[in-house]
């Protein structure tokens, strides 16, 4: 079975702080995902991870930042969090070939206060 | 630009009845196309994807390419069908596009 994990379920943070969201999966996939979820908007990419080292935005990548060090690891940095920023955020992974399946996280509510 | 609608966010019906969750995308190119869904408390997951042409959970799904639709069906709903629904295109390479979601609520 894919595991797709997140290091947190629930995150309190203060406006201005910086944020680390980690996600770790064990199944070998080269592609890593970062989505948010929010009410009527559904799922938005923010940012994508393709090999180790390599990004590319999504969506809407304003106020994040990436990184991925290795190859099961994929981490979402908010920079300076602000309140708008409060939401779901889901990680997700998938092999290389095109129209695979992805794989997602039980994901992280983040409330910045 | 690409675009995935899915006008319903809410919808609720009986035990029974059958059950059709719309999804209109506009997209150049053939896109794939898959359903997600997520119940209460758990992980987003895949449903069905167009390709496979297969039914899952009593659900089907069929592209209309001259609608540009992909509607999710089922003849009966279940109480377990309750969840909330995802349409998403899988775009030039990897990445795929949600659209806003669909709650079912299917009642006894």
């Known amino acids: 079975d894919v595991k797709v994990t997140q290091s947190s379920r629930y995150l309190v943070k203060r406006t201005g702080e910086k944020v680390f969201l980690e996600c770790v999966q064990d199944?070998?996939?080269?592609?890593m995902f970062w989505y948010r979820q929010d009410p009527g908007l559904g799922l938005r990419l923010i940012y994508f991870s393709y090999d180790v080292k390599m990004k590319e935005k999504g969506d809407i990548p304003e106020g994040y930042s990436v990184s991925r060090e290795k190859k099961e690891r994929f981490s979402l940095i908010l920079e300076s969090a602000s309140t708008n920023q409060t939401s779901m955020y889901l990680c997700a992974s998938s092999p290389q070939a095109t129209g695979n399946e992805q794989f997602f996280g039980p994901g992280t509510r983040l409330t910045v206060l | 630009a690409q675009r995935v609608t899915q006008p319903e966010k809410l919808l609720s019906v009986f035990k029974g009845a059958p059950v059709e969750l719309k999804c209109n995308y506009s997209y150049s190119g053939s896109p794939e196309l898959f359903w997600y869904v997520q119940y209460s408390r758990q992980r987003l997951q895949l449903l069905l994807r167009h390709i496979s042409r297969e039914s899952i959970k009593g659900f089907t799904a069929d592209l209309n390419k001259g609608e540009t639709s992909f509607h999710l069906k089922k003849p009966f709903a279940q109480e377990e069908d309750s969840a909330m629904y995802y349409c998403a295109p899988n775009n030039a390479g990897n990445m795929l596009t949600f659209g806003g979601g669909t709650r079912l609520m299917v009642k006894p």
């Open positions: 199944m070998d996939h080269e592609n």
